[in-house]
């Protein structure tokens, strides 16, 4: 655990930066601070664990990843949160205890808020109520979004992870282009749900096929983005 005041400007300014309460009144967005734990983890270090609940976590410093263990054992990373991105909200509104595991991928500054402070915040203001309701509904819709990626052959999964990555839809953009995956590739394994030596598949499938380029880094380059989101698809 680390004290609010060490480094209290910046926390301060990543907690208070958070989508949830950004525009609510400052005094109240204080409130919920005090009454929350300032600590910082490792790389690798979990922070909750399915069951656990009347919390969630609002990251000042580094990224949280949310990954979910299926029945099988096959774990899939569901969220990332950087600096001033909450994590369990929803959970925390609904008073249900996480059904996910979340882990520091990075050195990391975090918050736990209690799930009362909350409650409280959206009760009396009514502009972070509206901003909190807004949240959710985009976190739905990428839970969504990340479901139906995964769902499907690894190759499948990786050219929708790609065709997101596009800098415009497939149709229009220019050819060839370029993407940054954002993360390494044993990290990508884990966000699709599979294993390093699978997606080296499934990389060379998408060489084979003509759709991509890549030498096994961060860049690819898409030679036909509609075939790609037709694959996808």
Known sequence: MI???????????????????????????????????????????????????????????????????SAQGRELVLAHAGPGRELGAVSAMASAPIKDTFVASCPSIVVTVPSHALHELLRTDPIAAYSAAREFSQSFVRLLDKVQLVHGEVYSRLAGFIVRKLPGHPDV?????????????????????????????????????????????????????????????
């Open 173 to 233: 953009i220019p050819r060839p282009a370029f993407v940054d995956l954002g993360m390494p590739r044993n990290q990508l394994a884990l966000e699709l749900g599979t294993v390093p030596e699978t997606l080296s598949r499934a990389f060379a499938k998408l060489r084979d096929d003509g759709l991509i380029q890549a030498d096994g880094g961060r860049m690819v380059t898409v030679l036909d983005p509609v075939g790609l989101d037709a694959l996808a698809s």
């Open 3 to 69: 004290t609010k005041s060490a480094q209290s400007t910046e926390i301060w300014k990543s907690f208070r930066a958070c989508i949830l309460w950004a525009q609510a009144d400052e005094r109240a967005v204080a409130g919920v601070f005090d009454a929350s734990v300032v600590a910082s983890y490792e790389a690798g270090e979990v922070i909750l664990r399915p069951g656990e609940f009347n919390c969630f976590l609002v990251v000042v410093a580094g990224e949280v990843v949310a990954v979910h263990t």
